[in-house]
Every structure is written in structure tokens, then in C-alpha cells.
């Protein structure tokens, strides 16, 4: 195998699909790559596509000596692993030949605590660490990704160069920013993804609702969707779903989506969000009812059996009886999906910018949406608006009431609160587009009934209340006045 005539700028180590298609990304832009697998026929065939794609400078090494060795130093090597032990163990293999002022990155989606462990862990080594987000899927990684690099600064500004190259390129500039401190990196690509979470979600609902009540073909909801993709909801996911209804069956008549399982898979990145949510007191509905939805897509076999069950109950044949105005459920789909995907991403935001505070971060919200405008699987026009919502107020309380926001909802309240009741009364669950509505009817009242719940806890924990017109906690025997009451 080909040796480099002199060291590489930078290495790349773990070549699944995601590594290899970044190392081809990095030598593409002119930086000379080492990279290494533990299963070396990976190797091999990294270096053979590099050849076949126009001979990029890619080196190959089946041994982790080696393969440290032929980087320039201050070496900079980048771990593309599965999250977890795989991680740790690259780590060990390593820095058994690293050196002081070397720097690793984990490019992979690890949990944000795990990061911030092993910086501490290599920093007794002397190397520097960093944990960075990418985003893109296959296909971003190889021709420009979202990247999210948190932790050592001096580590970013190793390879800034490199990464200001790599990444998706739009209007603002390249899709990568040095998001902060620990592993900030990692949190902000959790939340990514449980926005991701949401905006399929909220997808997969539109399409049940004018299949089921609009009765839209494959062929129409194609249409639909590439329409849609011409103006506020243009966006990557909107894109690849009408490219979906588009595509026929290899193995059968009719369209391919028909015949996909209705069960969808997660690999834990939007557990985690929810997770998080909680642990913070962040209400993030849309992206938990999401992580449920797809909870109950497992079931396949209870929901099979279940709707015989409800069936000869005569729960059969309500959408049968409907008559539909086309071209205005469409219409209102299309305003129910854009409201609701508002919440989805106010929730989100609201939680990276609770982490940033509990932490010390000071994670910049408006920076963070630029960065999604390219690359990423949640790139999309609106990003524009939430960026230059932050830059009007850095400190917005909820994207919901920046001026600009507010009145986009409501513009399309109407249309949204016809959907979630034309579902209700069709017997089709929304819970994205539901758990969303109620989302903002709840942010946009003064009182709501949460002063019955808190009288409760008092009445049976003596958790006391506030009083709305008097300063102080308070505690009222109401056990024993409900009793004298009822004497």
C-alpha cells in the first residue's frame, strides 16, 4: 500500500460508510488523509474508492502504529465508531502512540456525559479532545455535512481550516461553528436529532391525514409534497418524502411505500432528548410524543389484533362516511404542518439553551440554526427565520413570541385546529400536531388550571401554594375544613 511521500494532515480512524465517505470529503478539499479500520479489508476498499473518485490523496494503514505515525504532528485523528465501548477501546489503541498536544475527535452521536469523561481522561495524557455532531446522513458526510464540533478550542483551531472546507456550504457561509465547551458538540447534535424526531413525525401525520381522510394517492402526495417544497416547508425531509411516493415497487405492483412495515426503528439519540427534557423541566411535547409514536409503531402484532377488537366494535367505518374538499385539506395540512413544526423547534431550542445555562456554555441559539441551514437531515428554509429571529433577540424567551413567528401561528391557527379535529372525529392520531397545538394554547394563556393541581398537592402533602394576590407560601387545613363543610 502507497505510503505518503510525507506526513498527512490529519487521520481518520473507523470506516463504515459515515468514515468513509468524511475521509473522501477531507482529501477531496486537498488535505492528504491516513486512515485506519481494525477490520482492514475497510481499509483497502477506502482506498480503492479514493482511487476510482478521482485519485484522492487517501493513505491506508492496517496497523494503528503506522497509521498514527504518518500524520504531521500536532496530530489530529478523527474516531468515526459506534458510540459506547467501541469508543473507549479506539481510544486506548490510540493513544498507546499518540503524543503530547495530539488531539482525537469522536465524530460519532455519543452521549454528551461519555465525551466529557474521556476529555478529562486524555487530558491526563496530555491530549487534547473534542466531541463533534456531524450530520448529513451518507451522503452529507461525503459531500458536505453539518458539523457540531464542542470541547477543546485549541483542539478547533487545529483543524478549523479542514472543517471550514468539509462542510455543507450555503449563503451564511460553511455549516460548522466551534459550539462550545465539554460536550457540547454532542448535546446540541442529541437535540438535532430529537428535532429530526419531530419533523418526521409531523411529516408522517400530514401524509396518514390526506391518505386517509383526503384519500390522496402515491401520485398526488407526491405532487403535494414537491409543491410544498417550493415554498415555506422547503426542506431536505420534505424533498427525500416526495421523492418517496415517487418511487415503484421492484419486487411487486404498486409504489414501495406501501409495502415498508409500519414500524419504525431509532438508534436512542431522541430517548435521550426527551430524557433530557425532563431532567431539565424543558416541555418539549412534540418531540416526546414522537419518541411514543414510534414506541407504538413496535407493537405491530397488539395493533394488528387491536383493531379487529375495535372493529366489531363499529370503529370500522368512520372515515368512510366522509366527504372532503381536496384541494382545502391540502391547503390546511400544509399550515398545521408549519405550525406545528414551529413548536417542535421551539421546544428544541429552548432545551439547548437550558443545558447551555445549567453548564456555563453560552451556546449561541441563532448560530446554532445557521449551521443547520446545510448539510444536516433538518436543513431547511425556516432555519433562515429561527437565525434571524435570534439575532433580533438573542435572549427570546420562545420562538413562538418573536414578532415575526407569532404571527405566521396566527395566520394558521385556523387551519391547524381544523386538521387536529377533522383527525379527532376521523379516528387518525396527530399526537405530533396535537401535543404541538396544545403546546402553544398553553404557552399563550395567563392562567391556566394549574392552580387546582397545586390546591391538591396541598390538600393531601401540605406541598403549600403562592397566592396571586398576596406575597408568601401558604399551607390550608382543607382536609379539615371540607370535613366540618360536610358535618
Known amino acids: 500500500?502507497?505510503?505518503?511521500?510525507?506526513?498527512?494532515?490529519?487521520?481518520?480512524?473507523g470506516l463504515a460508510v459515515m468514515g468513509q465517505n468524511l475521509a473522501l470529503n477531507i482529501a477531496e478539499k486537498g488535505f492528504p488523509i491516513s486512515v485506519y479500520n481494525r477490520t482492514t479489508s475497510k481499509v483497502d476498499e477506502t482506498v480503492e474508492r479514493a482511487k476510482q473518485e478521482g485519485n484522492l490523496p487517501v493513505f491506508g494503514f492496517h496497523d494503528p502504529e503506522s497509521f498514527v505515525n504518518s500524520i504531521q504532528k500536532p496530530r489530529v485523528v478523527i474516531m468515526l465508531v459506534k458510540a459506547g465501548a467501541p469508543v473507549d477501546q479506539t481510544i486506548k489503541t490510540l493513544s498507546a502512540y499518540l503524543e503530547k498536544g495530539d488531539c482525537i475527535i469522536d465524530g460519532g452521536n455519543e452521549w454528551y456525559e461519555n465525551t466529557e469523561r474521556r476529555a478529562k481522561a486524555t487530558a491526563e495524557l496530555g491530549l487534547l479532545y473534542l466531541g463533534m455532531g456531524v450530520s448529513g446522513g451518507e451522503e452529507g458526510a461525503r459531500n458536505g455535512p453539518s458539523l457540531m464540533p464542542g470541547g477543546s478550542f485549541e483542539a478547533y483551531k487545529y483543524i478549523e481550516d479542514i472543517l471550514l472546507k468539509v462542510a455543507a456550504q450555503v449563503d451564511s457561509g460553511p455549516c460548522v461553528t466551534y459550539i462550545g465547551k465539554g460536550g457540547s458538540g454532542n448535546f446540541v447534535k442529541m437535540v438535532h436529532n430529537g428535532i429530526e424526531y419531530g419533523d418526521m413525525q409531523l411529516i408522517a401525520e400530514a401524509y396518514d391525514v390526506l391518505k386517509s381522510v383526503g384519500k390522496l394517492s402515491n401520485e398526488e402526495l407526491q405532487n403535494v409534497f414537491s409543491e410544498w417544497n417550493k415554498g415555506e416547508l422547503l426542506s431536505f425531509l420534505i424533498e427525500i418524502t416526495g421523492d418517496i411516493f415517487g418511487i415503484k415497487d421492484d419486487k411487486g405492483d404498486g409504489y414501495l411505500v406501501d409495502k415498508v412495515l409500519d414500524k419504525t426503528g431509532m438508534k436512542g439519540t431522541g430517548k435521550w432528548t426527551v430524557q433530557q427534557a425532563a431532567e431539565l423541566s424543558v416541555a418539549a411535547p412534540t418531540i416526546a410524543s414522537s419518541l411514543d409514536a414510534r414506541f407504538l409503531s413496535g407493537l405491530k402484532e397488539e395493533r394488528v389484533e387491536a383493531a379487529k377488537v375495535f372493529k366489531s366494535g363499529g370503529f370500522g367505518d368512520i372515515l368512510a362516511d366522509q366527504e372532503v374538499d381536496k384541494a382545502k385539506l391540502i391547503d390546511d395540512v400544509r399550515q398545521a404542518l408549519y405550525a406545528s413544526k414551529i413548536c417542535s423547534y421551539a421546544q428544541g431550542m429552548n432545551l439547548i439553551r437550558a443545558k447551555s445555562i445549567e453548564k456555563g456554555w453560552d451556546l449561541k441559539l441563532g448560530e446554532l440554526a445557521r449551521i443547520w441551514k446545510g448539510g444536516c437531515i433538518i436543513r431547511a428554509i425556516f432555519l433562515d427565520r429561527i437565525k434571524k429571529a435570534y439575532d433580533r433577540n438573542p435572549d427570546l424567551a420562545n420562538l413562538l413570541v418573536d414578532v415575526e413567528f407569532a404571527k405566521e401561528?396566527?395566520?394558521?391557527?385556523?387551519?391547524?385546529?381544523?386538521?387536529?379535529?377533522?383527525?379527532?372525529?376521523?379516528?387518525?392520531?396527530?399526537?405530533?400536531?396535537?401535543?404541538?397545538?396544545?403546546?402553544?394554547?398553553?404557552?399563550?394563556?395567563?392562567?391556566?388550571?394549574?392552580?387546582?393541581?397545586?390546591?391538591?398537592?396541598?390538600?393531601?402533602?401540605?406541598?403549600?401554594?403562592?397566592?396571586?394576590?398576596?406575597?408568601?407560601?401558604?399551607?390550608?387545613?382543607?382536609?379539615?375544613?371540607?370535613?366540618?363543610?360536610?358535618?
Open 409 to 487: 401561528i396566527i395566520d394558521r391557527q385556523s387551519a391547524w385546529r381544523r386538521v387536529v379535529c377533522l383527525a379527532i372525529n376521523s379516528g387518525i392520531s396527530t399526537p405530533g400536531m396535537s401535543s404541538s397545538l396544545a403546546y402553544f394554547d398553553t404557552y399563550r394563556r395567563a392562567r391556566l388550571p394549574a392552580n387546582l393541581v397545586q390546591a391538591q398537592r396541598d390538600y393531601f402533602g401540605a406541598h403549600t401554594y403562592e397566592r396571586i394576590d398576596v406575597e408568601g407560601s401558604f399551607h390550608t387545613e382543607w382536609f379539615k375544613i371540607a370535613k366540618q363543610l360536610k358535618d
Open 1 to 13: 500500500m502507497a505510503a505518503p511521500s510525507k506526513p498527512t494532515r490529519i487521520g481518520l480512524a
